[in-house]
């Protein structure tokens, strides 16, 4: 009996669903260079958003407004999506709009670019304001439904965990019976968002997720200026995380949303990390310079920065500050102790402020 070759018993378990580890060069090929950013880095300029926004309001008739919105999506990405668990973009509600109740499981995030006090989203019976610049958290399977009741336009960012929630295949919906959902009864006494501050119900086991819900920017921007003079991140420049305050973790469990402030002329150190961005310049004029790519932003551009891919940012003027809010994967990645970075970890590496030395006793 003449022995079969190594290809015919290849189709043989071929034929059987099955490959023989032989077989993997090119599988071998992959792993072997680490992780290949997925996507490109990419940049969508405000000035050609927000005029595609004014446009949809004609276009697209308030009846039809489930939510007038745009997904920025990766040019090379194929699956969809910003980055490859990520997805931005943004949304506008005409005065006197309701985007009506629904949850589903994918997690979600406003930050707010034009907003006032009668610019609101209710969020598990919460209402929460949106004020130019405030977070506000729709984690998942939590209600929530957006109202403007003032005379102007409002946009938003919709940061989403929709390409990771859509890959691990468990993409669940619900509209809620009726546009809109019942908002808590005795108003501020039972909101979640009345318990994340320093003093606490001592009577109630406290809610440790989805909270605070909202991060107003009065406080997020006071914060910033308070540790403006720190050295901070090398990589980062004065980086702050929105931490959830009763575990001090991440904002929601899939996504670490950040603020930072890159001071007036400053350029950040190169680094790369196993996670993926997104960014939304709040204001100031600079650029990121992603592997050998260059994206040039000023305020309310939007650009992402895929996993994997050497970056670092440059603040072009010499007398402004430049902000960013981003949203990153990191959490997603830590969960399974997948988070690396090169060349050095820069979260939470770094010790708090030490104790001012006691002084020597001088001699009276
Ligand atoms: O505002 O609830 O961009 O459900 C995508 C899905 C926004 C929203 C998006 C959504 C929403
Ligand atoms: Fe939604």
């Known amino acids: 009996m003449v022995a079969k070759t190594l290809q015919e018993f290849d189709v043989e378990l071929d034929k059987l669903h099955m490959r023989g580890q032989w077989q993997y060069d090119r599988l071998l090929e992959q792993v072997i260079g680490g992780p290949k950013p997925a996507g490109v880095p990419y940049v969508w300029k405000w000035e ?27 040019p090379g990405l194929e699956r969809g999506g910003t980055t490859h668990t990520l997805l931005i973009g943004m949304q506008m509600i005409k005065p006197g709009e309701l985007a009506w109740a629904h949850r589903h499981t994918i997690a979600a995030l406003r930050f707010v670019v034009r907003g006032n006090e009668r610019v609101y989203t209710v969020v598990d019976g919460e209402v929460c304001p949106m004020h130019a610049y405030d977070l506000i958290l729709t ?18 960012v919709d940061v989403l ?4 929630v859509i890959g691990l295949n468990v993409p669940f919906y619900e509209p809620y019976p009726g546009d809109r959902q019942q908002v808590r009864r005795s108003s501020e006494a039972e909101y979640i968002q009345a318990r994340t501050g320093a003093l606490r119900p001592t009577w109630e086991r406290p809610k440790e997720r989805h909270l605070p819900l909202r991060y107003p920017w009065v406080d997020a921007e006071a914060q910033l200026k308070r540790l403006a003079k720190l050295e901070g991140s090398p990589y980062d420049g004065i980086a702050l995380e929105y931490v959830n305050p009763i575990n001090g973790g991440p904002a ?54 895929p996993n994997w891919a050497w970056h670092r940012h440059v603040n072009r003027s010499r007398s402004d500050e430049a902000i960013l809010f981003s949203v990153h994967d990191i959490p997603m990645l830590q969960a399974f102790d997948l988070y690396y970075e090169e060349p050095e970890n820069s979260i939470r590496a770094r010790p708090a402020p030490l104790v001012p030395p006691v002084p020597e006793k001088s001699e009276k």
Not at 139 to 156: G, T, V, Y
Not at 161 to 164: A, I, M, V
């Open 161 to 164: 965990d929709l390409p990771f």
């Open 252 to 305: 929601m469990p899939t996504l670490s949303c950040w603020i930072q402030m890159l001071r007036p002329g400053e350029e950040t150190k190169s680094h790369r990390q196993t996670s993926s961005a997104v960014y939304f310049v709040v204001r100031g004029e600079g650029k990121t310079i992603v592997n050998d790519e260059e994206l040039e932003w000023k305020q309310h551009d939007t650009f992402c920065v």
């Open 139 to 156: 984690p998942r399977w939590s209600w929530h439904d957006h109202h403007n009741e003032s005379d102007h336009p409002a946009i938003w």
């Open 48 to 74: 050609e958003v927000y005029p595609k926004l004014v446009e949809a309001c004609d276009i697209i008739p308030e009846s039809y407004t489930a939510r007038r919105n745009f997904s920025f999506l990766n």
